[in-house]
């Protein structure tokens, strides 16, 4: 058997910090292979996202149709959509692969402020949550709370139509605790903050939880193996 692939529909960052090359990377150390068609093209360094295009809908869609026809494709990240004609596409062919685990990762704005999805908060809640029905989404508390309109909220989040929802608390002061909903119930992980800044750690959680759905791991350990992933990740940056 070929190993799993898991088609990354995300951004391209060229600065490797986020977007479909971290990615690549978290898919790879997850044991499958990626397979990466950008939705649109950032100008970016490691310090800020200056600007960026979405890439032509036809090229987009070709590239995967051809992944989708001849790859043994066995799960699906969606990053950065930047805006809701995306998410449409998606569903569309992805209609004919209900079989597919999704893991959705909204892409809202970059730390450095710039926003990353074109069209209103409701347009983007509504292209995000659709993709995600049925599927993983993986909120950091900001995106929650624009997904759910109002305070983050992991299980009003899951009433929307996700399979399962991981609300990650990254960014409130302390030790961070991630929140999974799934229709069992709640259950809360949490471990030692590692004090460094780095980018991409959203990116690189959603891209190997689906690496191991698409090695048929259960979605707790999925999770459990994607925090352990970000965790030596984090530890191997500079304070
Ligand atoms: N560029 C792309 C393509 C992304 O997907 C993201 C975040 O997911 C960013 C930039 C922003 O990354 P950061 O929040 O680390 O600035």
Known sequence: MSTPCVLVLAGLD????????ADAE???????RPLCVPTAITVQTTRSVRRWEP????????????????????????GMI????IAKLIREWLSHRRDLPVVVDPVLQASSGTLL???????????????AEGGVLTPNLAEAQVLGDGPPDAAKLLAQGPRAV??????????????LATAEGIEEFRAPRIKVTARGTGCR???AMAAGLARGVKLRDAVIGAREFVRAYLSRQAP
């Open 26 to 32: 978290a898919i790879r150390a997850g044991g499958a």
């Open 205 to 207: 959680l959603s891209s």
């Open 166 to 179: 991981l609300l990650k608390g990254g960014h409130l002061p302390g030790d961070p605790v991630d929140v």
């Open 82 to 85: 930047g805006e809701a004609k």
């Open 117 to 131: 999805f074109r069209g209103s908060l409701e347009a983007a809640r509504e292209a995000y949550l659709s993709l």
């Open 14 to 21: 060229p600065s490797g910090g986020a977007g479909i090359l």
């Open 55 to 78: 890439v032509a809908h036809s090229l987009f869609t070709a590239c995967a149709h051809a992944l989708l026809e001849e790859e043994n494709i066995r799960a699906v990240k969606v």
